[in-house]
């Protein structure tokens, strides 16, 4: 878990905390805590109290995004970092439209994992 660049931080329009995701889930803390572990849901401190935030765009239904941790293996493969992995995932680009966090959202993550891919060549 790494602190979050300004820059990075501007780019994710909205966060929830760990607590946030365990009442959303209907699971402990800790539950969420794992994901995090292993590497489902990127998490990073911000905020004055250095919190632990998931931006918002990874949950939907109160579940992890369908395609989120497969997408999230491809980069860390790759060698990314996680604020590497959320610059990428949430800068727009013209040609999906929109950014690759929202493709996933709205179950588009067949060319997300797509790219995520070609990006290892």
């Keep these: 878990m790494t602190e979050i660049d300004a820059n990075i931080d501007g780019l994710v329009p909205a966060w929830l905390t760990l607590p946030d995701i365990a009442e959303q889930f209907g699971v402990e803390v800790t539950r969420v805590r794992q994901l995090v572990k292993e590497g489902q849901l990127i998490a990073v401190r911000r905020g004055e109290n250095r919190a ?66 070609a990006l290892a060549v």
């Design 52 to 117: 632990l935030h998931v931006p918002a765009d990874f949950i939907k239904d109160d579940k992890v995004v369908k395609g989120l941790v497969g997408t999230l293996t491809l980069l860390k493969d790759d060698g990314f970092t996680d604020e590497e992995m959320l610059e990428w995932l949430f800068t727009p680009d013209d040609t999906l439209p929109g950014t690759p966090a929202q493709a996933l959202r709205e179950n588009r993550g067949t060319e997300v994992k797509r790219r995520a891919q």
